[in-house]
């Protein structure tokens, strides 16, 4: 039950992070996300994609504290306090 769990949570990861790069493709620079209503729109929709990584890596980590220790050079804690950051 749990590997399901956790599958769809990386799913919904993937899928954030393929929104994002999707969006920022239109983005040349930050300022951009500030100079129009469509810029601020995109910053926040990332915003909350990010939100929505941040918070389900720290439901894998709950659901099995042995995966995400098995990739050591992802810095997983980072990941996990961006959510509360944002």
Do not use: C, Y
Not at 7 to 25: A, N, P, V
Not at 50 to 79: A, C, H, M, V, Y
Request: no cysteine; aromatic share 4%; glycine share 4%.
């Amino acid at each position: 039950m749990s590997k399901e769990i956790i599958m769809e949570k990386l799913d919904l990861i993937l899928e954030s992070i393929t929104i994002i790069h999707e969006r920022m493709d239109t983005i040349n620079s930050a300022d951009e996300f500030v100079s129009s209503p469509f810029g601020i729109m995109l910053l926040d929709s990332i915003a909350i994609r990010l939100q929505i990584i941040g918070e389900q890596t720290k439901g894998i980590d709950k659901l099995d504290k042995r995966l995400l220790p098995k990739f050591p050079s992802i810095e997983w804690n980072k990941i996990m306090r961006l959510r509360d950051l944002l």
